[in-house]
Structures are given as C-alpha cells and as structure tokens.
C-alpha cells in the first residue's frame, strides 16, 4: 500500500513569503505528527493531530506556524513570513492507534529553502 | 523534560567489524525506545523498537538493541556491518502518554568503508 507522501518535495522560497507544506498520511492512520529536521536542531517534534483536532502544537516555534487537518486525512502545514532559521527538512508521520503505542511511519519530506 | 543522548556523532567502520551505537534518555517512568534509520535519499524507517518484555530486542537488518533501565540505555548493535550499513541512525523516546510524540536524540552519521 501507500506509505506516507508529501507534497513538495523541495520549496525555495524568498524571506518573507508564506508557503504551505501538505502532508497525506497512511489512509485510516488516525494520528498524524509534524517534525522538523534542522543541521543545528536535529530532529524537532511540532504538532501532532488525532482525528482532525490537535491536542498538542508544543513544538510549533513561532505564531507564524499553523497546521489543520482536514476529513481525518490530509494536513497542511503553514509558515507565514517566512525566515532563514525556517530552512529546514519537514517531515510528517502518521500512525494507527492500537494500543499504547504505535509505530509513527515517516512520508520523503519537504526541504525548504528560504532565501 | 525527556531528552535522548547518542555519544557518537560520526562513526567510521570497515566492512564486517562489529557495531555498537550509544543511545541514553532521561525519564524516570515508563519509556518507549526507538531506533530508526535514514538511509542516503531515503526517508526515516523503523528499525527496532522495545515496548515491555525481552529487553533483548531484535530489529531488521540484523540489528539488536538491549534496553538496560539501570542505566537509561537502549545501545543498539550488530555484529558484522556491511556497506549497506551506511546511514544515520536516530535512538528516540516516547512516553506512551496521550501524543506519543518521538523525542530524538542528535543521530549518527555511520559510514561503512567497502
């Protein structure tokens, strides 16, 4: 079957722009993370979604970043006024509650590149 | 706050030599451990995880990790890496809580010489 997919694969964008970044996760995972992946930061958790809801954005960096998901599936996530720091790999997970735990299934990642 | 540590940033072996990859974390309660790896141009996958039970856990690829609580360990190791072998691998923790979100530790870039 499908793994997971994102959408593009790179972005380079210049200071200031907004950019979207999706995400279309395993389908019937019902939850969904957001990570960023950065040379100076490693691998940073942002937000995760179960359903459509997001109980916790603690990683999210800034105001200028949100995400929503939409219909259980596809997420979107969005930088405003974008700035270098911003440069990074992006990467999103999903995967299917069952029990305690489950194993988060990675999609290829967005790099983006702000000018 | 949990944090993961790996001691070794850059690993150089040569082919058949022996593996083993430092990972420690820091929380007290009950812990979910983690070890994937990025291959070259490839995205992250799971290689081995412990959840409860054997603390001895085998993975893919011939992989193994030993959870030691003790010591807030899960080293990952195999006895006889191949070129294949050449990837970043990232030890991670999850508290199992509500989220269940990966906490990474830096990964280690390990380079297997032909």
């Known amino acids: 079957g499908a793994g997971v997919s994102q959408s593009p694969s790179n972005k380079v964008t210049e200071k200031g722009k907004d950019v979207e970044l999706r995400c279309d996760p395993i389908s019937g995972h019902t939850a969904l993370y957001w990570y960023r992946q950065s040379l100076g930061q490693g691998l940073e958790f942002l937000i995760y979604?179960?359903?459509?809801?997001?109980?916790?954005k603690s990683g999210l960096p800034s105001d200028r970043f949100s995400a929503e998901r939409t219909g259980g599936s596809v997420s979107t996530l969005t930088i405003q006024r974008t700035q270098q720091e911003d440069s990074a790999v992006y990467l999103c997970a999903s995967s299917a509650p069952s029990g305690s735990v489950d194993e988060q299934f990675f999609g290829p990642g967005t790099r983006l590149t702000v000018l | 706050a949990q944090s993961v540590s790996q001691h070794n940033h850059h690993v150089i072996l040569s082919e058949a030599a022996s593996l083993e990859l430092g990972c420690n974390y820091s929380y007290g309660g009950t812990v979910n451990l983690f070890w994937y790896v990025q291959y070259p141009g490839q995205h992250l996958q799971l290689l081995l995880k412990?959840?409860?039970?054997?603390?001895l856990v085998k993975g893919i690829k011939g992989f193994e990790a030993e959870f030691i609580k003790s010591k807030f360990s899960f080293n990952l190791r195999k006895p006889s890496v191949q070129w294949s072998d050449t990837a970043e691998y990232f030890c991670a923790v999850t508290s199992g809580g509500a989220t269940n979100k990966l906490i990474f530790g830096t990964g280690t870039l390990l380079a297997v010489q032909p």
């Open positions: 412990y959840f409860s039970g054997d603390p």
């Open positions: 979604f179960q359903g459509n809801s997001a109980p916790d």
